[in-house]
């Protein structure tokens, strides 16, 4: 019997089958089906345990005061901020252009409040609309920092009585299907009623499979009928095994592969099972100074994390960074003499511990290669600005994500590693040095280069400014589209043109007078 399979279902399966090959040709990781493909202000949840310190690295990460204390319950509110991840390569660009304009790479930080974590029992009879409302923010965000404590101090007041990263690692997992499933369940009763059956093609199977794998699990494979009927070994499905952990229940459904549709309607839910984690292991200031982690708590919290599924590890300590943000804060005092170099509290204290540094962008940089991000850099006069693509993306594909004109009206590039401007200091010697090559549409992005994009404008574009390519009048023989030249021509022709003076008091005289003369006349008609 021939298979009937629609279009949009063939164009799904051509869509992953590509995705596939291409990355079994790039020797990368499949590409992950839930997060963004391309952008420049990526979002971060913070979400953690009540006193896991999420609120002090929401301060050290934007900058803020909001309240952080050492009771539990704290935080009622998300706290919403942004911060810029200015990179070393960012900044030696920004030295090399000193352009008007700096737009790095930005990350929206949540600090997701966890006061109804207090109220989260352990034989899951918990109240759905606790559950659902759980960590409020978190469920906006690309990827999910969770902060598991393992620092011992007297001012802060423990929920538990015992301290375990990987215990409370495997609670907020376990927490957040809780919570996946709850949603989906919901959403199912929700479409039931508005649709009263009528669902789109395999929008009920998908939600009601993505609960079950949650809950229970897949199925297990059908066994041999009665009748003494057996396929071929080929048609034979795997044995199967209890202890097997395929059959088990999923703590996440990231790892699972879907369809377009599918990743679509899971997507409009946010689910925190669908979202990268990163976990912070917040941890006592002389350990995290010492670069010691203790291998008991290390190896505990990996294991946790390999059932998980998170996508990296990170050492951290919230209290050193509240340190460094006292120090970013404080004000720079005159020298007492005068051959005495002026510099901030922060800078000096760099310079007297140089090992000491901040894990932020450590952290930043984790959560973008969660999402199998790149970033790469347009640069000019004008502006230095950051961009995220997709690891594996070609020059075309990034000029797709920036804008459609100039995906459809790409000419040439022009590629350099970032690094080589650190070294020379300026474009022009970057570019004497033999450093800049020039690059075709199929050619793959690499982390960390300058792109400059050359393209045609369109007749019909009209006056359109691309404030994320480099500028086409510059001095390294960028094209330039006729339609263009003659907009800038107009332009500077009216900007040269004097301006005609008008005596605003004579216009006023004469409405007066005009308005004087109607109601006279107006008057002696009426007479």
């Known amino acids: 019997a021939a298979m009937v399979m629609n279009q949009g279902a063939f164009r799904d399966m051509l869509s992953s089958v590509r995705g596939e090959e291409k990355a079994k040709a790039l020797d990368v990781d499949l590409p992950p089906q839930f997060g963004r ?12 345990r009540p006193n896991a310190g999420c609120s002090t690295l929401f301060n050290a990460f934007c900058g803020r005061r909001a309240a952080a204390s050492g009771f539990p319950g704290e935080t009622r509110r998300a706290n919403v901020g942004r911060t810029p991840h200015a990179t070393e390569a960012y900044e030696a660009l920004r ?39 759980l960590w409020a923010g978190a469920a906006t965000a690309d990827v999910v920092v969770v902060v598991v404590r393992d620092f011992r101090t007297g001012d802060v007041t423990h929920t538990s009585e015992t301290i375990d990263a990987a215990r409370d690692l495997k609670w907020i997992g376990e927490v957040a299907k809780r919570r996946d499933v709850v949603i989906l369940e919901k ?17 009920k199977e998908a939600l009601q499979y ?51 549709d599918e990743v679509k309607w899971l997507a409009s839910l946010d689910l925190l099972t669908t979202k990268p984690w990163v976990v912070l292991v917040n941890g006592d200031q002389r350990h995290y100074l010492m670069k010691y982690e203790d291998p008991r708590v290390l190896a505990s919290v990996q294991k946790v994390g390999a059932d998980l599924g998170v996508a990296s590890i990170l050492p951290g300590c919230a209290i050193f960074e509240r340190k460094l943000q006292d120090l970013r804060e ?9 051959h005495f170099e002026t510099i901030s509290p922060y800078d000096e204290y760099v310079r007297a511990n140089p090992d000491h540094k901040s894990s932020l962008n450590t952290i930043l940089d984790a959560c973008r290669d969660a999402l199998q991000l790149i ?23 990034y000029c797709l994500g920036l804008h459609e004109v100039v995906g459809r009206n790409f000419d040439v590039a022009e590629v350099c590693d970032a690094a080589k401007f650190n070294q020379l200091k ?6 004497r040095a033999g450093n800049v090559r020039r690059v075709g549409a199929e050619m793959i992005l690499e982390h960390e280069q300058v792109v400059f994009v050359a393209f045609d404008l369109p007749q019909d574009a009209g006056r359109m400014e ?18 263009f030249r003659y907009e800038l021509e107009y332009e500077a022709q009216f900007a040269e043109a004097p301006k005609e003076e008008v005596d605003v008091a004579a216009i006023r005289a004469e409405d007066f007078l005009e308005d004087e003369g109607s109601f006279d006349s107006g008057a002696s008609d009426t007479a």
């Open 426 to 431: 300026s474009e022009e010697a970057v570019r």
């Open 210 to 260: 993505a609960a079950k794998l949650l809950v229970s699990g897949p199925d297990p494979p059908k066994q041999e009928s009665d009748d003494g009927l057996s396929s071929s070994d080929e048609d034979e499905p795997p044995p199967y095994d209890p202890d097997d952990p395929k059959w088990r229940p999923r703590l996440t459904l990231r790892s699972e592969r879907w369809s377009d």
């Open 187 to 203: 959403r199912v009763k929700e479409l039931e009623k508005l649709r009263a059956g009528n669902w789109l093609r395999g929008e």
């Open 330 to 338: 404080a004000p720079t005092l005159e020298p007492t003499e005068e």
């Open 375 to 397: 970033c790469v850099y347009a640069c000019c006069d004008d502006e230095v600005r950051g961009i995220c693509c997709r690891d594996g993306d070609t020059v075309k594909e």
């Open 95 to 133: 030295a090399c252009y000193a352009p008007r304009a700096e737009r790095p790479v930005t990350f929206s930080v949540v600090d997701a409040p966890s006061r109804n974590a207090l109220d989260v029992t352990n034989d899951g009879s918990d109240d759905p609309a606790l559950l659902e409302g």
């Open 37 to 48: 493909a391309h952008g420049s202000n990526l979002r971060v949840a913070l979400v953690g």
């Open 466 to 483: 691309v404030a994320w390519s480099c500028d086409p009048r510059g001095k390294t023989g960028r094209k330039i589209s006729e339609n």
